[in-house]
């Protein structure tokens, strides 16, 4: 049987995506910072907090890759792929929140406490600074996105994508492109006006933002942590595959598991007949043997023949 790379097995380049979303808010972060504290403006200050968390979060799915890649171990026989799950968990959860929270705290307290703005246009250029910057973090985001959704809508991807690392990365990016939007607009408000309460505003504007992001990001990664399947187009392709093998009489069950990375896969199958067991397991070796072939991101593969369900 001929054997043909899985075009479902292509995985983008998390690690580069993460290191180039790191730079950029590390970059972000500091320029948003020296402008908050020159010109006294909240809703900047909402978005340099928001730039140093999105640094924690990059760092965070950076341990979370690394505590990934450990070996199986007797206490963890499956590996430890799903660490990657847990601390995207972490980001979405706990630093989009703080963040957001953090934000809208801020807002609120400025709002019975307003101060006027000083050199309002120094935060619309850092603004700008950061706008080009988050501009050139998105794009290198979703050029390994691109890679992945293999045809499929954005919107799509993003619902069965099983690469959290590149969700979060992902969701960080366009909070941080509409933020920056909510900030200027909050800016130039202000400028217009001159009444800070705009700026006050853009600040909870921002918090309810980072809010939503993290929660509708953390709903998609909880999926994952719990114990969830390849993608369903990885799974269907895995099913044909099965099915179609010269050695496969009929597929009964057929389960997937995700863990980071890598994947399970556990079969209960009836065999073409075979005269003695040798010829069996014989036959099953090459069926595992060609399934790793055409999905190489299968690390565990359980094969149990039967002759029913």
């Not at 006294?40 to 979370?64: I, K, P, R």
């Not at 660490?83 to 706990?94: E, G, P, Q, R, T």
């Not at 990664?221 to 009489?249: C, N, T, W, Y």
Request: hydrophobic fraction near 50%; aromatic fraction near 8%.
């Amino acid at each position: 049987m001929a054997v043909a790379r899985s075009r479902h097995s292509v995985q983008a380049n998390t690690t580069r995506t993460i290191l180039y979303a790191l730079g950029a808010n590390a970059a972000i972060g500091a320029a948003k910072l020296a402008a908050a504290l020159f010109t006294g403006s909240n809703a900047m200050l909402a978005e340099a907090v928001h730039s140093f968390a999105d640094c924690g979060n990059q760092v965070l799915l950076l341990v979370g890759s690394h505590r990934a890649k450990r070996p199986p171990s007797p206490d963890y026989p499956l590996g430890h792929g799903k660490a990657v799950f847990f601390w995207s968990f972490v980001v979405a959860l706990i630093l989009f929140s703080m963040g957001g929270l953090f934000s809208i705290y801020e807002g609120w307290h400025k709002l019975h406490a307003t101060q006027g703005l000083q050199s309002p246009w120094v935060a619309l250029a850092v603004l700008g600074f950061s706008i080009v910057m988050e501009i050139y973090s998105l794009r290198a985001c979703l050029a390994e996105v691109r890679k992945a959704r293999q045809g499929r809508t954005l919107w799509r991807w993003f619902r069965d994508s099983r690469q959290s690392e590149l969700i979060v990365v992902l969701g960080e990016d366009l909070a941080a492109l509409f933020g920056l939007a909510f900030a200027a607009v909050a800016v130039m408000a202000t400028i217009a006006t001159g009444d800070p309460i705009y700026d006050a505003l853009g600040s909870i504007a921002i918090g309810v933002l980072l809010v939503a992001v993290a929660i509708g990001v953390g709903l998609e990664v909880v999926g994952l942590l719990i114990g969830q399947s390849v993608d369903p187009k990885s799974r269907q392709a895995m099913e044909d595959f099965v099915r179609s093998h010269p050695e496969i009489d009929a597929v009964f069950n057929l389960i997937t598991l995700q863990l980071g990375d890598e994947v399970m896969l556990a079969v209960k199958a009836r065999m073409v007949s075979h005269d003695s067991a040798s010829e069996l397991i014989a036959a099953i070796n090459r069926c595992e043997r060609d399934l790793r072939g055409a999905f190489p991101q299968l690390r565990w593969i359980f094969f149990e023949p039967d002759n029913a369900d």
